[in-house]
């Protein structure tokens, strides 16, 4: 930006949030400065609206953002820090607090010994299993702490009211393209992360034979 303001060339800004999305057009000596306007702050969600009560398309978008990062930048970043340094990055984890230091060193002890794949078919498994947790097991966990039928002790109204819906568990469904799609891509990017071939040349056909052999704990 300070370039074309050197030499007076327009810009065009342009940006997305979630589902919203803007563009401004800077003209030198026409129009305000890109400096002139600040953005709104952006109103955060609540990590239990994210994780537990979602009632917006935002708010899964949100939640699938954070996911990916967790589970293939995040996590996959720690490792390299790790392994380039243990003292040094162990060093630095002692000065978060002790429920980060348990998160981060969990994912280190699953990432690095307890699940990490040693073969494509492995991340095949990985990713069904995420598959099972997140939109089946987590889901009747819920429902479990919060029954369709709960109301609140003091006012007796419905537990799920309004804008909070009760989820349902979903059910694993190789016929279905978006279930396949799910295992297809977290087991591609699982190998992509530990460095393992990718397979993307294979029909839908192989990888219901290789997802119907997992077992689904």
């Known amino acids: 930006r300070r370039v074309r303001v050197f ?109 990490k794949p040693a073969s494509f078919q492995d991340c095949i498994v990985w990713a069904r299993h995420q598959f099972q947790g997140f939109y089946f097991n987590n889901i009747e966990q819920l429902l479990y702490n919060f029954p369709r039928d709960m109301v609140h002790a003091t006012t007796g109204a419905p537990f799920w009211s309004g804008p909070k819906k009760a989820p349902t568990p979903l059910k694993f469904d190789e016929n279905n393209p978006l279930h396949l799609d799910f295992v297809k891509s977290a087991a591609n990017l699982r190998a992509f992360n530990y460095k393992i071939k990718q397979v993307t040349d294979q029909p839908d056909s192989w990888w219901k034979e290789h997802a119907r052999r997992v077992e689904v704990p």
């Open 7 to 115: 030499y007076g060339k327009s810009l065009l800004e342009s940006g997305t949030l979630g589902t919203k999305g803007n563009t401004q057009v800077v003209v030198p000596h026409l129009t305000e400065s890109y400096a002139s306007s600040r953005d709104p702050p952006e109103a955060s969600i609540p990590q239990c609206t994210l994780h537990h009560f979602p009632n917006k398309i935002e708010h899964c978008l949100a939640w699938a953002r954070d996911t990916f990062a967790g589970l293939f930048s995040t996590s996959a970043e720690n490792c390299i820090s790790y392994l380039k340094d243990k003292n040094g990055f162990l060093h630095n984890l002692e000065k978060q607090g002790a429920g980060m230091r348990s998160e981060v060193l969990e994912t280190l002890y699953t990432s690095l010994v307890t699940q």
